[in-house]
């Protein structure tokens, strides 16, 4: 059978494992205490009636103890579920312990009370945004430096070396070898294509911008193509004459200046008049007279 008085015996004077003794006072550390302090009437273990309230993961709980369940230690305590309106939960907190002590009710009441509070703080310092101080460890630090150096050197050299293979390979250094890797090779051999077809647009665009152009006035073009049609018109009367004057001649094709322009227009495709040359006739009579020339 429990008995109280003598539990209390001896743990206040003997020992108790919860007992914290400082300059200002006496406090227990079992988490079912409902002030903190040590004494008769708020210790758990020497109350065989004992009531307190526990918060578990923001909410909160009412945590009862009585002496019928002193034999059952796995169903010592009963559980009740508060709500988290404070005035709903001090009704069921009243409900519950009708009966009870006043000073242990009372005691309960200015722990749901605080509680309520502090939970009202932690949510405002959540939502408000506060600096967080860290330690910066030395030593990771210069590892990290170390470490970083190592892999930039290692990078700069694997580049190198793939230059080189690159260079050679394309250099044919090595001859009839097939199993470098053709595919690294061709990425390579892309990015340099690639390189030398944006240097090609820059230039390109480098010209544009430079080059100046003299363009001709709409009307002035009108009035070309105007005299280009004359002209044709003009040409294809010539030829119907000289179709109709002479169909057996030939026309002789003239050297110097004006043969070197008539082969100039057939080049082109176009088919100027040629002039017809000029044939001397001489006739002579018998009785001695002086000669006379013809020109046809």
Not at 3 to 10: A, G, R, S, Y
Not at 50 to 69: C, N, P, Q, S, W
Not at 75 to 99: H, S
Not at 131 to 157: D, F, Q, S, Y
Request: hydrophobic share 30%.
């Amino acid at each position: 059978m429990q008995h109280d008085e003598v539990i209390w015996q001896v743990i206040r004077h003997n020992h108790c494992s919860f007992m914290s003794k400082i300059e200002t006072g006496i406090f227990c550390r079992n988490p079912y205490n409902v002030t903190g302090v040590c004494n008769r009437s708020s210790c758990p273990l020497a109350n065989s009636r004992y009531a307190t309230i526990r918060d578990h993961d923001g909410v909160f709980y009412l945590y009862m103890k009585t002496i019928e369940r002193a034999h059952m230690p796995n169903k010592l305590w009963e559980r009740v579920k508060l709500p988290r309106n404070y005035e709903k939960a001090l009704e069921i907190i009243d409900k519950y312990l009708m009966y009870w002590p006043k000073f242990l009710v009372h005691k309960i009441k200015q722990r749901l009370t605080k509680m309520t509070q502090m939970r009202i703080r932690m949510r405002k310092l959540a939502l408000k945004t506060r600096e967080k101080i860290m330690t910066t460890p030395r030593k990771e630090i210069k590892r990290e430096a170390r470490r970083e150096e190592k892999a930039e050197k290692a990078a700069v050299l694997d580049k190198s070396i793939e230059k080189e293979l690159l260079e050679r390979l394309k250099n044919n250094v090595y001859g009839e070898i097939y199993n470098y890797p053709f595919e690294k090779y061709q990425e390579v051999l892309e990015e340099e294509d690639q390189n030398t077809e944006i240097e090609e647009e820059e230039e390109e665009e480098d010209y544009e911008e430079g080059e100046i152009e003299y363009v001709a006035d709409d009307q002035f073009e009108e009035e070309e193509e105007d005299i280009e049609d004359m002209g044709g018109l003009a040409l294809n009367h010539s030829h119907a004459d000289d179709d109709n004057v002479g169909m057996d001649e030939e026309p002789e094709v003239g050297t110097g200046k004006r043969g070197r322009k008539s082969r100039k227009f057939e080049k082109d495709g176009v088919v100027t008049k040629t002039k017809k040359p000029r044939v001397h006739v001489e006739v002579e009579y018998e009785d001695g007279r002086d000669r006379q020339k013809a020109v046809h």
